[in-house]
């Protein structure tokens, strides 16, 4: 069965860190723009950070810029996404998604793109 997976989502304390993973079964990502989303409840879905298929274009949103990075190990098939000085307004369902492209600006539009694979989504709550 094809399809990707994140995972590394908890409970942590405002200022804390998670690490967050997202690995494919059945394919490679090599090949995949990959990017993550959350949705926090009651909210729309909304766009975090993305990385091309290569590792070498990036793109952050502004809540999260500066304290969140994206990365990838194409040789462990999987994205990552760590999330340092976590705030309680980033509580949130966070779902990673692939799109087959090898394309270095694939980031500069990735809110428009329809992906070809979503995770299942992972909880992160940040609370004291």
């Known amino acids: 069965q094809l399809q990707v997976m994140g995972s590394g989502g908890g409970l942590v304390q405002p200022g804390g860190s998670l690490r967050l993973s997202c690995t494919a079964s059945?394919?490679?990502?090599?090949?995949?723009?990959i990017a993550w989303f959350r949705q926090a409840p009651g909210k729309e879905r909304e766009g975090v950070s993305c990385?091309?298929?290569?590792?070498?274009?990036?793109l952050y949103e502004d809540s999260v810029k500066g304290r969140f990075t994206i990365s990838r190990d194409n040789a462990k098939n999987t994205v990552y996404l760590q999330m340092n000085s976590l705030k309680p307004e980033d509580t949130a369902v966070y779902y990673c998604?692939?799109?087959?492209?090898?394309?270095?600006?694939?980031?500069?539009?990735?809110?428009?793109?329809?992906?070809?694979?979503w995770g299942q989504g992972t909880q992160v709550t940040v609370s004291s």
């Open positions: 998604a692939a799109d087959f492209s090898k394309e270095f600006y694939f980031c500069s539009g990735y809110m428009s793109v329809k992906f070809d694979y």
């Open positions: 059945g394919f490679t990502l090599d090949n995949y723009g």
């Open positions: 990385i091309d298929s290569s590792g070498g274009s990036t």
